[in-house]
């Protein structure tokens, strides 16, 4: 008797080692569901988004793509918001969701996917329903290829309920590809001879070297030219170590300011980010007189959109290695001019008795371990976080690049997996804001169901501080909705079966993370701050 679609793709996924997934079950996905294999692993999550945010944490963590399963149209739309940071954060995943039975896709009835190549356009790499039940294996593969060839991101199949039970011709053909692409020679070549012969050079290093495993070919290239290194605007995974002498900081996310801060350099090269991420409005030139500006990324659309520069496509690791190859050591050693403290300024009401966001930050990096990972969605005071948690490992801190809220709680829960996967078993500490929170709250059930030790701290201000910062740029008092009275974070994570308390002193949140840190679940850590608003850029 031949095998069914079903057994085939379960094989398929086997031999691609993707036997975990991430999902929340619905009627169109049982027909795929039942008599779940033993050898695989079924991650529930309780809403779409977060299942594709704690397949993004898992998949980021472990360098592999992961495998998700949403429930037809609805749960597709359901997890837009988190498909979208999985498409900027170029996380590889295959994304598969149900859909009608053939029989009745003409009919259109409930719940069908109407059209499900288009839906989750424009954040998929690749979007497709197979034609015909016997497709659906090559289509699994051609997902798994589609999803890691760079750059790497989501990609989609909706597959007709039906089609599992029906027989398959022959076993799925399994095949390789690869992640990598090559500098072309004569550009790196160009661009060797331009850093070699610039009179003061800077790089500026993007989430793509984090990606890529390539902190130790960034460090290379800048001892070899003594430049100063930037991260690249709102980059979110740190491409360099932080305490490194050569270090300089986060350029500003606006234009006018970030071509500020690379006045005096005549020639930048920009490896592993876009050019450049901006989001407030601040007219000013991209980049100061003089600077000429060079780009490499293995994201054609990022190297097309550049409104200045000379690019080259490119894997950015092996361009790091070919340049250090390459360009001619600097006797000279600038010293970089490091970012300024991040200000703050308080609220109209008083806050007296509470911490400041940097206080609280400060208590709990004492407390939290050298090794911990960091996890943060935070928006209104990231930069307070950032300034006293230095970051001098590789993959020890991620945030995301869609500026989407709901990622950073789910993500947390993927990479604690991976990390109790790959027997790293680092803590993880996220730091969620409390209107952050809301977006995915439901992620603290499935770390509370698989026992995962997160310390999830959240600093309640009981406002969107972020969007203050915006009205106070863009001068549009009197916004209604920018306030979060009656939030009990305590109680909201007891009743999905998380350990929680609340803090009020720098001592309790010390007190509160060395409990936690021992325990083998998830603990919430509710700590109420003062609600300042910090400038914007």
């Known amino acids: 008797m031949a095998e069914t679609i079903r057994q085939v ?25 039942k008599n779940f294999p033993k050898d695989f692993r079924y991650i529930q999550v309780l809403q779409e988004a977060s299942a594709v945010g704690a397949a993004d944490g898992y998949a980021q963590a472990t360098r592999r793509p992961a495998l998700v399963n949403l429930h037809t149209s609805a749960g597709v739309c359901n997890a837009m918001s988190n498909i979208l940071s999985a498409s ?4 590889p995943l295959i994304i598969t969701a149900g859909n009608q039975t053939r029989e009745m896709l003409l009919m259109e009835p409930w719940l069908t996917n109407v059209q499900p190549a288009e839906l989750p356009k424009p954040w998929v790499k690749w979007s497709y329903e197979p034609v015909r039940a016997e497709d659906v294996p090559a289509a699994i593969m051609q997902a798994y290829a589609m999803a890691l060839q760079p750059p790497a991101g989501p990609v989609f199949l909706s597959i007709p309920l039906d089609d599992w039970d029906k027989p398959a ?10 992640r990598r692409i090559g500098p072309d020679p004569a550009r790196i070549d160009e661009f060797a001879a331009l850093l070699s012969a610039a009179r003061n050079p800077v790089l500026v290093y993007g989430a793509a070297i984090a990606r890529g495993n390539g ?5 290379d290239l800048a001892e070899k030219l003594g430049a100063p290194v930037w991260a690249a605007p709102a980059t979110e995974r740190p491409p360099f170590p932080e305490s490194h002498p050569l270090y300089a900081g986060t350029l500003p996310f606006a234009a006018a300011p970030l071509a500020k801060k690379l006045e005096g350099h005549d020639v930048a090269i920009v490896i592993g980010a876009p050019v450049f991420r901006y989001y ?3 007219p000013g030139p991209y980049i100061p007189e003089g600077l000429r500006l060079l780009h490499i990324s293995d994201d054609p659309s990022e190297t097309g959109r550049a409104p200045v520069g000379d690019s080259m496509l490119s894997d950015p690791v092996l361009a790091l290695e070919a340049l250090a190859a390459r360009v001619h050591p600097r006797d000279t050693r600038p010293a970089p001019a490091h970012a300024a403290p991040v200000k703050q ?12 966001p940097r206080e609280l930050y400060t208590a709990l990096r004492e407390a939290a371990p050298a090794e911990a990972v960091l996890v943060a969605e935070t928006p209104s005071n990231l930069g307070a976080l950032r300034k006293v948690w230095t970051i001098n490992t590789p993959d020890s801190f991620y945030t995301f690049a869609s500026g989407s809220l709901g990622w950073g709680l789910p993500a947390s829960v993927g990479i ?19 209107g952050s929170m809301q977006y995915s709250i439901q992620g603290l059930w499935t770390a509370a169901q698989h026992g995962l030790p997160v310390l999830f701290v959240i600093p309640r ?13 863009e001068n549009t008092p009197g916004v209604p909705g920018l306030d979060l009275p009656g939030l009990d974070i305590v109680s909201l994570a007891k009743g999905y079966g998380c350990e929680a308390v609340r803090a009020e002193t720098a001592e309790d949140v010390r007190k509160a993370c060395a409990q936690a840190l021992t325990r083998p679940g998830p603990t919430v850590l509710e700590v109420p701050i003062s609600p300042v608003i910090p400038p914007l850029i």
């Open 88 to 91: 900027m954060n170029k996380t």
């Open 461 to 473: 201000n009981g406002q969107y501080a972020i969007l203050k910062s915006f009205a106070a740029l």
């Open 416 to 434: 604690a997996l991976a990390e109790r996967d790959s027997k790293r078993n680092r803590p993880v500490v996220a730091v969620i804001g409390d």
């Open 280 to 282: 407030p409005y601040v």
């Open 9 to 33: 793709t379960f094989n398929l996924l086997r031999k691609l080692e993707l036997t975990t997934i991430f999902g929340n079950p619905g009627s169109t996905e049982e027909t795929f569901l």
């Open 345 to 356: 300024t308080t609220a109209a009401h008083d806050t007296s008795g509470l911490l400041t």
């Open 215 to 219: 902190w130790q070919q960034a460090v």
């Open 169 to 178: 011709k022959s076993e799925a053909i399994l095949r390789s590809v690869t």
